[in-house]
Antibody, heavy 119, light 110 residues
Framework: QVQLQESGPGLVKPSGTLSLTCSVSGGSISSNHWWSWIRQPPGQGLQWIGEIFPDGRTNYNPSLRSLVSISIDNSKNQFSLKVNSPTAADTALYFC????????????WGRGTMVTVSS | DIALTQSPGTLSLSPGERATLSCRAFQSVNSRSFAWYQQKPGQAPRLLIFGASTRAAGIPDRFSASGSGTDFSLTISRVEPEDFAVYYCQQYGSSPPLYTFGQGTKLEIK
């Protein structure tokens, strides 16, 4: 059974770099799935950040495109998120998720990791 | 962007009652690109429905969904205690590629 696990620092300074990794277990990240990052500010709803395919193709939320990048390491069965120059508005619970093949939905989610941007 | 508006914001029901949650899109959505999720406090969202009306694996049949175009709904035939949670609708638009979520409906115990 495929499982996802997010990891990264819980506290990031403003104007630093917010970097998170999603480790995939129980299956190969190189399978025919897109993989996404989604975040949820405290007490708020869900915002899709972007997605990546095993061949490196990416798509980003247009409102975040200039600030984020997603990469994949097939050999480590991981994909990663970087948010440049984070602000307090980037404080959120960050989830990684797998796309359901053939449909535009997310069928497997990590438990999420809380990131606070503060000096 | 295709904005999604969920109603009501909060739904107060007793166990055993029927719950009907709505989600309206600003523009027409491909049914294949529409989904519903359940989120409990401190947990990740769980996929309930994909393709607008297909239950995900392991989802009880008291959950059903329907809709097309701009109007979609999720029904819980008889609410169980474990169903009290926040429910989100989600759609995908391809130009540009973008997933968006509704603001959520909180199903609370009356």
């Amino acid at each position: 059974q495929v499982q996802l696990q997010e990891s990264g620092p819980g506290l990031v300074k403003p104007s630093g770099t917010l970097s998170l990794t999603c480790s995939v277990s129980g299956g190969s990240i190189s399978s025919n799935h897109w993989w996404s990052w989604i975040r949820q500010p405290p007490g708020q709803g869900l915002q899709w950040i972007g997605e990546i395919f095993p061949d490196g193709r990416t798509n980003y939320n247009p409102s975040l495109r200039s600030l984020v990048s997603i990469s994949i390491d097939n050999s480590k069965n991981q994909f990663s998120l970087k948010v440049n120059s984070p602000t307090a508005a980037d404080t959120a619970l960050y989830f990684c998720a797998r796309h359901l093949t053939g449909y535009d939905a997310f069928d497997i989610w990590g438990r999420g990791t809380m990131v606070t941007v503060s000096s | 962007d295709i904005a999604l508006t969920q109603s009501p914001g909060t739904l107060s029901l007793s166990p055993g009652e029927r719950a009907t949650l709505s989600c309206r899109a600003f523009q027409s959505v491909n049914s294949r690109s529409f989904a519903w999720y359940q989120q409990k406090p401190g947990q990740a969202p769980r996929l309930l429905i994909f393709g607008a009306s297909t239950r995900a694996a392991g989802i009880p049949d008291r959950f059903s969904a329907s809709g097309s175009g701009t109007d979609f709904s999720l029904t819980i035939s008889r609410v169980e205690p474990e169903d009290f949670a926040v429910y989100y609708c989600q759609q995908y638009g391809s130009s540009p590629p973008l997933y968006t979520f509704g603001q959520g409906t909180k199903l609370e115990i009356k």
